[in-house]
């Protein structure tokens, strides 16, 4: 790659060391390749710039910001990004707010994002934009002239053909993730929505290896499964707390669940699961606690408010019902905990319940893995419908809507002999390895930039 390399995500780590696997992914490949990483501003601005606003650099690249207003950031942030895509991606349509304004002002911000970026842009540059924020980016960058690569990595799960249909802007998307070079997904079971959707579109057409034709346009989706630093959290991991963190019984197991709240996290399906088990569970099977850590998100969206209420009457419910003097069933956390607590915690814990409705890849089943201890490692119940089931076949896999199931899984994960424990340990922990955070942004990168779009714009001109 002979140019720089631009990272465009809606945040940015703006003051500190990068925590977090994909922070810490991206600033490594800048730091080894030079370049920009560019995201949204923290502060709101009566009159916002037209030029990126340049931020302290970190370790070999530069960092910039675009700034947003207070009613950008409801309509294109609150309003179009989480209240239409975010619904859309993860097949809640019933949840879209179908209000036009936020599609103008998505459109507006893409826009001028695109135009800044059109002016800093050179021909060898590789442009990598990172979720649906910004999907009308590279289809402004073309319109613009723009010819450097573009590629996206969408983090969330890629919309059914009958989710796509409920968006009232649905030919619009064909048409943004059209101009990328490169889309890449999180499993094969999203390219195959994406390939489905456009084969469906009368303007679309399989051409060959991963590639689409949508009018004049050529592009290529593949699935490249998002990791951890494996190595990094395990040492976290093995670090024992200085003191013991949940104070339960000897003779309690601990099941452990950490999601940020959102209804695509399945949590209070997940708390019926694991009421039913408190109701079903023979006399001989040890007590258990679930702690849920479920740190608050996009407070002020109605359907998050809903789901808080509904949880913490949920819990209570529960607690009130199966509690005794020395055993409370359910914790429930509703703020976020540093890393350096949770990890310790997954290696505690004798269960995860990893239960999404529907989710990209879902890092905490990888975490949960990564953490344990090789001798005696508990067990990962994942949901069918979390994008690392795709992958992680050894975890006790369930349908998430079936609280029956979840409960049969959790007496299962709680008897079940350390042999068996340790094989699906061994199998699982392949996985985490074999998926590492760094190898996968060198992969999408690699191919992005192997990418020659002359050739495919030719290749599909010629079969027209």
Sequence with gaps: ????????????????????????????????????????????????????????????????IFELTEAEYGEFYLGYANSVLWPLCHHRTDLISFDRRYAEGYAAVNARVARMLARIIQPDDTIWVHDYHFLPVAYELRKLGVTARVGLFLHIPFPTLPDIQALPEREDFYYWLAAFDLVGLQTEADVARCLESYRAHRAGEMLFDGCLKYHEDVFEVRSFPIGIDGETFASLAAKPPPHDPVHI???????????????????????????KWLETRSPDTPRATLIQITPPSRETVNAYKDIARELEALVGHLNGRYADLDWTPIRLIERPLPREVIAPLYRMAHVALVTPLADGMNLVAKEYVAA?????????????????????????????????????????????????????????????????????????????????????????????
Excluded: C
């Design 249 to 275: 019984r000897d003779d309690t197991k601990l099941i452990i669940g950490v999601d940020r709240l959102d209804y695509s996290k399945g949590i209070p399906h997940r708390v019926r699961g694991f009421g």
């Design 1 to 64: 790659m002979t140019g720089r390399l631009i990272v465009l995500s809606n945040r940015i780590p703006t003051g500190g060391p990068p925590s977090g696997g994909l922070v810490v992914a991206i600033h490594e490949l800048l730091a080894k390749r030079g370049g920009l990483w560019i995201g949204s501003g923290d502060d709101f601005a009566d009159t916002p710039s037209e030029e990126f606003q340049p931020l302290e650099g970190g370790d070999g690249y530069d960092k910039a």
């Design 372 to 464: 344990q201890d090789p001798e005696d490692p508990g067990v990962l119940i994942l949901s069918r419908s979390a994008g690392a089931a795709e992958q992680m076949t050894e975890a006790l896999l369930v349908n998430p809507h079936d609280s029956e199931e979840v409960a049969e899984a959790i007496q299962q994960a709680l008897l079940m002999p350390l042999a068996e424990r340790r094989a699906r340990y061994a199998a699982l922990m392949q996985v985490v390895r074999d998926t590492d955070i760094f190898d996968w942004g060198e992969t999408f990168l690699d191919r992005l930039n192997g990418i020659d779009r002359k050739t495919l714009l030719a290749m599909a001109s010629g079969r027209s």
